[in-house]
């Protein structure tokens, strides 16, 4: 063999061998490259599923929340509802003289110039201190203006329960 085919073999070594390396650097970084893709695969879906299970919770929280609000409203709707009932009852019985309305008089104020007779008719029996009746008008007034307070402190109420259940 002369020197140069010596050369040519040793270079033909030197390249097959480079060209080995070559591929066996490749598969092994091959499969580090799929291990890894695979591991990142398991993290994305670890982290996919706890942010599903997170969803559904508050999810499942803000739907029971709405049910509790829901029965809510329709608790301070009927109670709104039977307190205009009430209301709208004693307003009838007022403009039939069915009930009366009457306050209290102090016996002991003499500057009040009302001059109510202290013994009861034949009509009623009183047994309670002197009392004047109110005119119809005023009464019908009286008792708007308490519906109107009924009617806000139902909303009141209805407002803390929503706050109270929104903030749990």
Do not use: F
Not at 21 to 47: P, S, Y
Not at 69 to 75: K, P, V
Not at 77 to 96: I, N, P
């Amino acid at each position: 063999m002369t020197p140069g085919q010596i050369l040519g073999a040793i270079l033909l070594a030197m390249v097959l061998s480079a060209a080995g390396t070559w591929q066996v650097q490749d598969w092994r970084m091959g499969k580090k490259l799929a291990e890894q893709v695979n591991l990142h695969q398991m993290d994305l879906a670890e982290i996919t599923n706890a942010a599903s299970a997170q969803a559904r919770a508050e999810q499942d929280k803000r739907l029971a929340t709405e049910q509790q609000l829901a029965i809510q409203d329709q608790q301070h709707t009927k109670e709104l509802t039977d307190a205009q009932r009430t209301q709208a009852a004693l307003r009838d019985r007022l403009a039939t003289a069915d009930v009366r309305l009457s306050v209290l008089i102090d016996a002991a104020d003499t500057a009040g110039g009302c001059n109510v007779p202290t013994a009861t008719g034949a009509v009623g029996v009183v047994h309670a201190a002197r009392r004047a009746q109110l005119d119809p008008a005023h009464a019908q007034r009286i008792l708007g203006i308490t519906g109107d307070g009924d009617r806000g402190l139902i909303a009141l109420r209805a407002c803390q329960a929503y706050v109270r259940t929104i903030t749990q």
